[in-house]
């Protein structure tokens, strides 16, 4: 990856690659899982320090699968079943391993194994003449009539654990590489009368590795373009399913459209008959019915009521709630504040560590006061109250019901019910002033 990150840390479709084969394995039931780390040990170990329950073992010399498993070996415990993945397989899907897990279950061994046109530097399945599986061979050790065969090794296979210890036990490393071949135990297997049901992976993509940004970048459209295939399965319109990108959980509810280039992240939940327009971001975001997020508007931790409508060119930062049939508009900005119902700030406004009520109408090039260079400040706005142009309120302050404020006013004081409240400097004319003129260069 040509990265100071360790390659497993890198991410693909928002998560890093270890951290979904991780969650993968930890859907099964009661599992222990034993990651085996190497190269960016306390990186590796600090990233997966918040999942509960995960082991670890030292590979301190990278001497190949079957070393790697021989140094977890001790961790394994008395689990009756041990299925192996890789960190940099990210995609295997929870489903197509169920089939591996029951073989190792019922005493076998479970393989998964797939067809390629081009099994170019893959290790090769060996079946006898009634097709069971014999043994495995790697590229470099094969036979030209063994380098013709397509269905290769993926490396992910269960099997039961006391049988999968002894054989890592007596891995040798004579072969071209010096290293523990894991795929040996598989001749170890049929030796001792061990039957090897193999199983192919729903998607081809599934068991493909990552080792090079190139691999990164086309496995991540493979993923982006599957989620959106499932999107459209459940009914959301996607203008244009290759420009999508999903970095989270996106839940959606019916008659839903997503524009090009949008980004979700973290929980989003978007209701129905809700519209997301071009180039928008979306992080940990809740969206009630019939509400549109407009062009390139960004919002993060934020949740929005029915009916309304955000931006273009808007941001919802952490703590921003917005009532029913709220209008933000372009280059707004709220953060840790409540709008309620039918409110609205339709141009060039921040509000910052607010409370307002319902029907208040702010102003362009208002500003909610709200840091007083060491703390933050709350501004309360009652219902049905008008805030003119440009207007500051310098927070701790409070607008009451039904109030107006002049544009141009800085609020310093309690606005009174009811009432027009205005601050600005009386306004003079000069005549006879002559505008300055640009001097003459000589």
Not at 300 to 314: K, S
């Amino acid at each position: 990856m040509k990265s100071a990150l360790p390659k497993v840390l890198h991410p693909v479709g928002g998560l890093s690659m270890l951290g979904r084969v991780v969650n993968t394995a930890l859907q099964f039931e009661n599992p222990n899982v034993v990651v085996v780390i190497g190269h960016g040990a306390q990186a590796v170990q600090q990233h997966l320090s918040a999942q509960p329950g995960i082991q670890f073992a030292t590979q301190a010399e990278q001497l190949g699968t079957g070393h790697a498993v021989q140094c977890a070996s001790a961790a394994l415990a008395d689990h009756p079943v041990t299925l192996i993945l890789y960190g940099d397989v990210p995609l295997i899907q929870f489903e197509s391993l169920l089939p591996l897990v029951k073989a190792a279950q019922a005493g076998q061994m479970g393989l998964m194994t797939l067809n390629m046109p081009n099994p170019q530097g893959y290790g090769r399945i060996i079946r006898d003449g009634e097709g069971t599986v014999v043994g495995i061979v790697e590229q470099k050790d094969a036979s030209p009539a063994q380098l013709a065969i397509t269905e290769v090794n993926t490396g992910i296979l269960a099997c039961p654990t006391a049988q999968l210890k002894n054989w890592v036990g007596r891995l040798s490393n004579n072969n071209a590489q010096g290293e523990y071949y894991l795929t040996d135990i598989i001749a170890m297997a049929h030796a001792e009368g061990l039957l090897v049901r193999t199983c192919q992976p729903a998607h081809s993509w599934e068991v493909s590795g990552v080792n090079s940004r190139v691999q990164q970048a086309e496995l991540e459209r493979i993923w982006q373009l599957h989620q959106a295939e499932k999107l459209m399965v459940e009914g959301v319109q996607l203008l244009d399913p290759a420009r999508i990108d999903l970095r989270g959980t996106l839940h959606c509810g019916s008659d839903v459209s997503i524009d090009v280039g949008c980004v979700f992240q973290g929980q989003v939940t978007l209701g129905n008959n809700v519209s997301i327009g071009p180039y928008c971001v979306l992080n940990n975001v809740s969206i009630a019915a019939g509400t549109r997020i407009e062009a390139y508007s960004h919002l993060v931790d934020a949740t929005v009521g029915e009916n309304a409508v955000v931006g273009p060119y808007a941001r919802l930062r952490p703590g921003a709630k917005l009532g029913n049939e709220v209008h933000i508009g372009n280059f707004v900005e709220v953060k840790n504040a409540s709008i309620a119902n039918q409110s609205k700030a339709n141009h060039l406004a921040y509000i910052g560590d607010a409370q307002i009520g319902e029907r208040v109408n702010v102003g362009a090039g208002t500003i909610t006061c709200n840091y007083d260079g060491a703390n933050k400040h709350l501004t309360i706005i009652e219902d049905d109250v008008f805030i003119g142009s440009d207007t500051q309120l310098v927070a701790p302050v409070t607008v009451k019901k039904g109030a107006t404020l002049g544009a141009g006013t800085t609020l310093t004081k309690d606005a009174p019910e009811n009432a027009l409240t205005v601050s600005r400097a009386k306004q003079t004319t000069i005549t006879g002033w002559k505008r300055p003129v640009k001097s003459t260069k000589k």
